[in-house]
């Protein structure tokens, strides 16, 4: 069965504080996204990376940076988090092909940044 | 400016009765569509997808539906069932391996 895990299904950290998300896949993935999910505004994408040390910006990198030092693992940084960025994270993968593939997701972290 | 449109924010349908859900997008450059259902505390997972090519796409009581021409698509469940109860999502890809999603639909079926 394939599987994407995140470190965490709820944070609450203060403002100002360095927040790490993790992100793990079993399935040999290439592709490892970041997304942001917020009401009305469905999911957007921070970053994301199609190989390891490779990232790429999405459509909201803007106070995130992420790390990939291993093929199955993808890491999301908070520098410095702000109220703004309470959310819902949730991090994907998929195969890299010319053809579409879909993306699996993990059960995504509930983040309040007070 | 968002490129994938999900006009209704929510849903509500008849256990048995059609649920149509709806999506528009902009970017002509899209040639693969997907839609994907949410539970609350879960990640999405993927449910039916459909290529530029075809016009329709079929799984069980899942249909979508795609209008190229208006750059719009549907997705059809029949009958509706209180398990498919579900925020959905639809998803819009061009050449490469992102994707561009709605901001989601509320679908609830009513007993």
């Known amino acids: 069965d394939v599987k994407v895990t995140q470190s965490s299904r709820y944070l609450v950290k203060r403002t100002g504080e360095k927040v790490f998300l993790e992100c793990v896949q079993d399935?040999?993935?290439?592709?490892m996204f970041w997304y942001r999910q917020d009401p009305g505004l469905g999911l957007r994408l921070i970053y994301f990376?199609?190989?390891?040390?490779?990232?790429e910006k999405g459509d909201i990198p803007e106070g995130y940076s992420v790390s990939r030092e291993k093929k199955e693992r993808f890491s999301l940084i908070l520098e410095s988090a702000s109220t703004n960025q309470t959310s819902m994270y949730l991090c994907?993968?998929?195969?890299?092909?010319?053809?579409?593939?879909?993306?699996?997701f993990g059960p995504g972290t509930r983040l309040t940044v007070l | 400016d968002q490129q994938v449109k999900q006009n209704s924010p929510s849903l509500s349908v008849q256990e048995g009765r059609i649920s149509i859900l709806n999506c528009d997008y902009t970017?002509?450059?899209?040639?693969?569509f997907l839609w994907y259902k949410k539970y609350p505390a879960e990640g999405p997972t993927f449910l039916i997808s459909?290529?530029?090519?075809?016009d329709k796409n079929e799984d069980g009581r899942f249909t979508v539906f795609l209008n190229k021409s208006a750059k719009h698509l549907s997705l059809h469940i029949v009958p509706s069932q209180p398990g498919d109860s579900a925020v959905y999502f639809c998803a819009a890809g061009d050449a490469g391996n992102m994707l561009t999603f709605g901001g989601g639909t509320r679908l609830m079926v009513k007993p």
């Open positions: 970017n002509s450059m899209f040639d693969y």
């Open positions: 459909i290529s530029s090519i075809k």
């Open positions: 990376s199609y190989d390891v040390k490779m990232k």
């Open positions: 994907a993968s998929s195969f890299r092909s010319a053809s579409y593939n879909e993306q699996f």
């Open positions: 399935m040999d993935h290439e592709n």
